[in-house]
């Protein structure tokens, strides 16, 4: 008997992480009037209630963060839309293609953006962004301070904590560069390690929901 026909089989990944890492050139200009509107932003509000980094149930721990009742990409700004419409939302098509496949025809993201102002020493929590309608999150990395990792890192926590029995990880580390744009699953658990230096670090967040309704989408 042929060896090859005594048995079929197919290998198979099971609850994969799919991460995009895009690096995007010849966009100082960008970043820094994205840099100077978050300043000023942080100038105007970092001690009132629109600090959403003053609301202890947030992963946030110190620094400004842009209110939560205010999503970045409703506005005016030129250098906010030309980020979201050049950069966020290309990306977010080919992420969201390589996902769901032919699904993502079927999807009408809409950008929720908030934006982050960490002084050293500060840092963000263990924390994901799990919604129904939400299909992924991303991170876009506008000014960095000269970083020693783990400082200033983006640390990403093993769902599997058992794969490490295997030789697995427990954690996946990326250290980000001016003009990175990472997208990830909502459901994947990550933190930002502190850092120190006299530098701030400035982000920008947010999550790609879908205005589709009755998909049954399988990440």
């Not at 009037?33 to 942080?42: C, H, S, V």
């Not at 079927?106 to 939400?134: K, R, V």
């Not at 992924?136 to 000014?143: D, E, L, N, P």
């Not at 960095?144 to 904590?161: A, S």
Request: glycine letters at 8%.
């Amino acid at each position: 008997m042929d060896e090859g026909k005594r048995y079929s089989e197919s290998i198979e990944q099971h609850f994969p992480i799919t991460v995009m890492a895009r690096q995007h050139h010849e966009v100082g200009v960008l970043n820094d009037k994205l840099f100077d509107w978050l300043e000023g932003e942080a100038s105007a509000h970092a001690n009132s209630g629109e600090n959403a980094a003053r609301n202890t149930s947030i992963s946030t721990q110190g620094g400004y963060q842009t209110s939560t009742r205010t999503n970045i990409f409703q506005s005016n700004r030129p250098e906010l839309r030309q980020l979201r419409d050049r950069h966020i939302l290309p990306a977010a098509h080919h992420y969201l293609q390589s996902v769901f496949g032919g699904q993502a025809r079927e999807l009408d993201p809409n950008l929720i953006g908030w934006a982050n102002l960490l002084a050293p020493g500060d840092w963000q929590s263990p924390h994901m962004h799990p919604s129904e309608t939400n299909l992924a999150s991303g991170v876009y990395y506008i000014r960095l301070p000269e970083l020693n990792p783990p400082e200033g890192c983006i640390e990403f926590i093993n769902p599997h904590t058992i794969s490490v029995h295997h030789g697995f990880l427990t954690t996946r580390r990326i250290v980000p560069k001016e003009g990175l744009l990472l997208m990830f699953p909502p459901f994947y658990l990550h933190y930002v390690h502190p850092f120190r230096g006299e530098s701030r670090r400035a982000i920008i967040a947010f999550d790609v929901l879908t205005r589709a309704s009755g998909l049954k989408l399988r990440f």
